[in-house]
């Protein structure tokens, strides 16, 4: 179980779910223990935020487990969009570990936003990577299949076929040097968004365990300072691409991000109310 994520499910205002899925890691496999690594070194966090003035375990967080992950990710995917819309129809925010970046396919189909909002090293704009239309390299162009447009954060890498569909209308890139100025635009009041974050979109000092990891990314807080000011806006929440290979890095920047969203969500959610 996540720490603090002590709600009953049936009365949650935020699910965790577990997505373990690793099949097309194209370099260093092993996010099938992301989620379990994730839950584990947010253990060591004091349950109370001294920023936000308030316990996480007070904000209605359930933890749902993992979603046991198999070979066929377009299947898998389906099924773990039929967990995420439950959790939606009990008026809930989705917030999944992974994983591989494919899993959150899922979360966003159960959302339907308007915008996709996704940190990351790379665009994720690819048809198909080695043949494989659902390799975790395809991601933001299968949430484009859902979302009107997609806004990509600290995007470094990608091949020059991508780089030419980011320059389309319905995608915006905003580069690394240029995220910690950067602040959701007014309209993000008016539409309804989805905050996908690959821990790789952290510089691998900040975030080594990671499947591909690229140089000169974002920092921790820069990170963190997006997720706070996107959340007010967002219908559902993930963070993925964590392995085991570091020694908790990525693990821990990973689960404080969830955190800062959850606790940066319910304090608008309280404001509105």
Known sequence: ????????????????????LDVSTSFQPGTRFGPERVRRFAGTFEDYDRAA????????????????????????????????????????????????????VAPVRAVDPDVFVVCDAHLDLREAYDGDPWSHSTVTRHALDVADEAVILGARSGSEAEWERAAEGDVTVVDPEDVAAWAPPAEFAERDVYLSVDVDAADPAYAPGTGTPEPFGLTSRELRDVVRAVAPHASG???VEVNDRDDGQAAVLAAKLLRAFVFAHADATAADG
């Open 53 to 104: 003035d308030r316990s996480f375990s007070e904000l209605g967080v359930a933890d749902a487990g993992d979603v046991h992950a198999w070979n066929d990710a377009a299947e898998y995917c389906e099924y773990l969009a039929s967990v995420c819309r439950d959790v939606v129809r009990d008026d809930a925010i989705p917030l999944t570990i992974g994983g591989e970046h494919t899993v959150s």
């Open 1 to 20: 179980m996540f720490p603090g994520a002590t709600a009953d499910r049936s009365a949650s205002s935020y699910v965790v779910v577990g997505a373990p």
């Open 237 to 239: 929440f993930d963070v």
